[in-house]
């Protein structure tokens, strides 16, 4: 039976699109597989890592009739890419083998059947829909996706609190170091508040799949499960339990000292700093005082860096800590061009936030050097 017969370009897509959950190593080996299920010409493709599951469907030609199967995902991705894009390609089955043919080749793969493949068991009692564009969302994901923690035993860190209340999408991420938080406008109001931790798979995943422009992204959150619709594709995830730190009493309300500095000059700056700070320690030197930022690093070869920024400030003169990586971060992650920055004094947290982006807030805690 054929299954599909299609250009290269259409298949690859289809794949791609839900391949980026499949682990390599996995305990259970029909989760390196992806699970095609065909109906007539349209066959839908859909992988899970039993916490994630992700499902699109595609118009590829075929036979007509109905089949269910599975195939390692990875394997047929590198046989098409390495095809040429406009090649046409047919895909058939018999017994319990898929065999793959595009002009002069042909790859015969090993099959596991679809009954055995784990689909992830929805929730039936999802809250409301809401959407925003897709790139609203990546926007976001992409301002505070840095400051997520990896593998802390605080297992409610490593992952991104999303939340949905009245006409504003608030996406916040610490890891107990620094917090970085970023707002949107929805298009209509939720009538309930909706609170969730998404994992860091799932924001990292999120981030790769969602696309720089105006087409919605559709959400819906469950106790226990975010579900999520765009461009065809259908996303389902399992949400950290857990409580959040409260993001609002560690955002500092009355920094007396502030100044608007341009975004690129500093970040060049701190990247050059950064060359010269110690392995392990990564800590810079932040002097501020009327006129001047100044910006100092060394080692442990004595080493020295030294960088110096005109600045309009008229403050207390205040010299402070930082890991200058949390600086670079922030800096990197965004595009615009102007910064500010306000201190209390050395011990203080400060706070980055960005004139031309009232919904963003990024808190940093000194470090002693």
Do not use: C, W
């Amino acid at each position: 039976m054929i299954v599909l017969k299609a250009a290269q370009a259409s298949l690859l897509n289809a794949l791609q699109a839900v391949a980026g959950i499949v682990e390599r190593r996995h305990t259970l080996p029909i989760l390196a597989n992806v699970l095609m299920r065909k109906n007539g010409s349209s066959v839908e493709f859909t992988t899970s890592d039993l916490e994630i599951q992700v499902r699109t469907t595609a118009e590829l030609g075929g036979d007509a009739g109905t089949l269910a199967t599975t195939v390692g995902a990875r394997k047929l991705i590198d046989i098409l890419k390495s095809l040429p894009a406009d090649q046409v390609v047919t895909l058939s089955s018999s017994q319990n083998k898929l065999t793959l043919a595009g002009g002069k080749s042909r790859f015969t793969l090993q099959t596991l059947p679809a009954d055995d493949f784990p689909l992830v068991n929805e929730s039936v009692d999802f809250g409301p829909t809401f959407s925003v564009p897709q790139k609203t969302l990546k926007g976001l994901i992409n301002q505070v996706h840095f400051a997520m923690a990896v593998h802390d035993i605080r297992y409610y860190l490593n992952g991104i609190l999303f939340i949905a209340e009245g006409k504003t999408l608030t996406l916040v991420a610490t890891d107990g170091h620094r917090l970085a938080m970023a707002q949107a406008q929805l298009e209509a109001e939720v009538p309930s508040k909706q609170e969730v931790i998404l994992p860091r798979k799932t924001v990292l995943e999120l981030q790769r799949l969602l696309q720089d422009d105006e087409a919605a992204i559709e959400m819906r959150f469950a106790n226990n499960q975010a579900k999520f619709q765009f461009a065809g594709l259908e996303f389902v995830t399992k949400l950290v339990e857990g409580k959040f730190p409260d993001y609002n009493r560690v955002i500092p309300k009355n920094h007396k000292n502030a100044v608007v500095l341009g975004r690129a000059p500093l970040l060049a700056s701190l990247q050059r700093a950064a060359i010269l700070t110690s392995e392990k320690f990564k800590g810079v030197r932040v002097n501020i005082e009327p006129g001047v930022l100044k910006i100092a690093s060394s080692n442990a070869e004595q080493e020295e860096a030294k960088e110096e920024i005109e600045v309009d400030y008229n403050g207390d003169p205040i010299e402070i800590g930082f890991n200058v990586t949390y600086l670079i971060d922030v800096l990197a992650n965004s595009s615009l061009e102007m910064v500010k920055l306000e201190l209390q004094d050395s011990a203080a947290s400060a706070l980055f936030s960005l004139p031309e982006q009232p919904g963003f807030k990024y808190v940093v805690m000194p470090m002693r050097i």
